[in-house]
């Protein structure tokens, strides 16, 4: 398949633990990469490569892979965390790239 | 750091071509890939292309008999055509610098111009 799925929507209470995930048979092989969007904005990647927090990014946020499936956690969500949330890698066969279709995190 | 500014028309005809530039500043087209993503209103992120510094593109499958993405290394900037425009074609379109060429295990856009909405209508 050359598809990365994304649960549409995910609430969590403020304070709270969070985790989003995006399932793919090409996570097997590549790392996710992921994109935080607010409306009106563009989105800012919050982790990249292996796992990798960019600079400027709070330590909450955090990446991680099992199988076919990547996650990202934000540990203590905030207020300013809700957003909606894509991944991004490359399809199975590794030429191109895809996104998944986003998940609208909302926070109690 | 580096910045992309993005510039060109925003509101074109079904059938004609659109045509946008992006300007990278604070830093150099040689060791990375440079891309563009679209998203129409209320939607999903879409992955158009992306080029090296030699000029070798990769077309999303879906959009590739439309679409040419360009570098001019003299002006340190990045070009997209899309031909044939049709409603669904209606988006915000971005450029992003993409992963170092080197790097083989995955991908991520860092950082991204800030957007254009183009708008296909008759």
């Known amino acids: 398949s050359s598809e990365l799925t994304q649960d549409p929507a995910v609430s969590v209470a403020l304070g709270q633990t969070v985790r989003i995930t995006c399932q793919g048979d090409?996570?097997?092989?590549?790392?996710a990469s992921w994109y935080q969007q607010k409306p009106g904005q563009a989105p800012v990647v919050v982790v990249s490569g292996k796992n990798i927090r960019p600079s400027g990014i709070p330590d909450r946020f955090s990446g991680s892979r099992s199988g076919n499936t990547a996650s990202l956690t934000i540990t203590g969500t905030q207020a300013e965390d809700e957003a909606d949330y894509y991944c991004?890698?490359?399809?199975?066969?590794?030429?191109?790239?895809?996104f998944g279709g986003g998940t609208k995190l909302t926070v109690l | 750091q580096v910045q992309l500014q993005q510039w060109g028309a925003g509101l074109l005809k079904p059938s004609e071509t659109l045509s946008l530039t992006c300007g990278i500043y604070g830093g150099s087209l040689s060791g990375y890939y440079w891309n563009w993503i679209r998203q129409p209103p209320g939607k999903g992120l879409e992955w158009i292309g992306e080029v090296d510094y030699s000029g070798s593109a990769n077309y999303n499958p879906s959009l590739k008999s439309r679409v040419t993405i360009s570098v001019d290394t003299s002006k340190n900037q990045l070009s997209l055509k899309v031909r044939s425009l049709i409603a669904a074609d209606t988006a915000v379109y971005f450029c992003?610098?993409?992963?170092?060429?080197?790097?083989?295990?995955?991908?991520?856009?860092?950082?991204w111009g800030q957007g254009a909405l183009v708008t296909v209508s008759s």
């Open positions: 991004n890698s490359r399809d199975s066969s590794g030429n191109h790239l895809l």
């Open positions: 992003a610098r993409g992963r170092p060429t080197i790097v083989s295990y995955g991908n991520w856009f860092d950082p």
């Open positions: 090409s996570l097997r092989s590549y790392y």
